[in-house]
């Protein structure tokens, strides 16, 4: 046990609610002697002979306590950290604390005066509650039922410690004056809130009839917009059916127009191409014409050729004749004198020479067209304007080389053509008369 | 328990002609400021008697609180199911209670000894005002799913923090006043409390003066300075 040294802790008792809460408070001696350092908060237990500390130290740490039978208080920290320990006062009745199996360290001498202190030794106490005991009521006081905390159970009032207390307040006896005025007031109070109750109703009266109006007016101006909506609707309706009547009879106008255009190309379609077929026809047949015109002018230079070589066979016919006959009269002085000389002795062997005609010049040129029933075929058509028949030979160029045809005997005035595809234009043409032995010649 | 209200003797009805003329008034007898204790106690138990305690800060029925919470998630698929329990943070918050009401009223001072000029807030009741709240989700798929229960408490200051210490009314140092509603309320100094106000919402108006009538008396009953007439 060590001895209490002057001026380190004051300790001080009092009751926060008598009876239930006891508060310790450890005053430092030599720091501010009104405010103390550490306050422990003492209360019953929920059985008795059982207590709860909390300390304003070491965070608000809590101890359990229970009264012990030589009236010691054995402590035990809730929590972890137990630090227990055991108050009580001794024979001497100096406060004291002391851990289990360890000597005390603390030991006080109770001060008679009010209020109750002790002196501490050690630095900050870590619970010292009091003993059961001592002259504090915690031990004395009759076991109650712990003040109930639970929600929304009924809470109960804890009172403060009594000491120092002022004069209790005692009311004075009211004059009958005293009560005419409480009457007064009461009255005055009454009217006075009637008043401000009428006010307040007529304030919302107003605000409700502002609201009222207020509703009212966007209302109205609600059903106006409406109106206006409608309307405005209406009007785009109309314009919308309007905009839409006039481009139907856009659409209707247009297609007319389009399907007359298309009408009028297909006419102008039609009108053309009857102009070209008429053209083409009128084309052919003057084609025709002329062919039928160069034809005969062609037969006719023949003719006249034919003529003329015929004069001139029937010249040098009667020159051949009158040869014939000079050449026989010579023949026959010849023959004469040859018999003569073979009279004389020997006789002479008489010579025989052919010539054909040429007939390329009495077969006229190759008249080239286009095929008129086989599309990219190309004939030559040929006419004998010989007196006799000849043979023929016509090549016609193709994109693969020379296509030539053969007549024979193509009798006089007669026509024969040779056609082929994809003719490129170039014509060949020769003529023999027919039984020479000429051979045909070829392009080539 | 007995109705001081009704108990009084009315010694000098002629001289409160007009007093006498209110009904609540005119069967009473003599009126002492314990009847009128007993009175507004009385009244508790019959009308909404709200209270309020404003701390320096000027909040009312002010608690402090911690929130704390935790989450269950079960995850299971085609090669088992794992369960995970994760607190949530713990939170510190606060609040301010709506409805307290005074339930016991004592004619008692802050020091415990018994005055018709003090009166001892004894006992509150409120609705509970702790919450809790839980909370599923299910997230399913194919070939798994997890299951979420959010468990969230928000646990407040018992009642008790109003009631230690005791709160008291010191009717020698008060403010009546009575509201447009019909409610008489007194405002007072507290004792750990900046103020305290206690509201009787009688409804009645005849119930409002009698409320009124019994503050007022023991106002003036308990008012020092009253008595040297100035």
Known sequence: MQEAGPGVFRLHWRWETPGQVLLEEWYRGTSDPGKPAYVMTIRLGPKPGTFNLKSTSMIGKEWQGTLQDDGSVSYVGTGMLKFAYIVRIDEQGNFEQARPN?????????ISSAPPAAVATTSPPSAPPPAASMSTPVATTAPTAPVPSEKPA???????????????????????????????SVQKSRARSIVQARQVELQRQEAARQAQLQQQAWAAAEAQRQAEEAEADAEFEAERARKAAAWQQTTQ????????SMQRL?????????????????????????AQAERQRQVELIRQANQRQEDEAARLAAQRQQYERQRADAQAAE????????????????????????????VSGADVRENDTTKGNTAAYVSNGCGTPVDVKVCLMTESGWKCGVTWGLA???????????????????AKTAGSSRPLAAPN | MRNG????????????????????VAAQGAQSPEGAQQFLATMTKKVLTQVSFVDASGRTNYVTGKYTGQVKTIKGGIFGTKETVAPLPEQAVEKQVADVRASVLEAIDAYGRPTACATRITEVVAPTYDETRSDNDTDNHSFSFKFTYTDQQWKYEPLTKFMSPAQVIDWSNVKISRSPEGSISVTSKGQSFAWLHLKYVAGDP????????????LAMSCDASASTGF
């Not at chain 1, 106008?253 to 007359?260: F, G």
């Not at chain 1, 102008?268 to 014409?289: D, F, I, K, L, Y």
Request: hydrophobic share 40%.
């Open chain 1, 412 to 430: 006089s005035q007669g026509s024969w053509s040779f056609s082929a595809f994809r003719a490129t234009g170039a014509v060949f043409v020769d």
């Open chain 1, 154 to 184: 009924p809470v109960v009032a804890k009172q403060q410690p009594s000491p120092p207390a002022p004069p209790i307040k005692a009311p004075r006896h009211l004059s009958d004056a005293d009560l005419q005025r409480l009457h007064e």
């Open chain 1, 102 to 110: 360890r000597p005390a360290y603390i030991h006080a001498v109770p």
């Open chain 2, 206 to 217: 005849d119930l409002a003066d009698r409320i009124e009538y019994a503050m007022k008396f």
């Open chain 1, 335 to 362: 023959s004469a004198r040859l018999q003569q000389q073979r009279s004389a002795g020997n006789g002479a062997g008489a010579g025989h020479a052919s010539t054909d005609t040429d007939a390329n010049r009495c």
């Open chain 1, 266 to 290: 297909r006419n102008t379609t039609a009108q053309v191409q009857a102009q070209q077929a008429e053209a083409q026809a009128r084309q052919r047949a003057q084609a025709a014409t002329l």
């Open chain 2, 5 to 24: 209200w009704k108990g009084m003797r009315w010694a000098t009805l002629a001289a409160f002609g007009a007093w006498v003329s209110l009904p609540t």
């Open chain 1, 253 to 260: 106008a247009n297609e007319q127009a389009l399907a007359d």
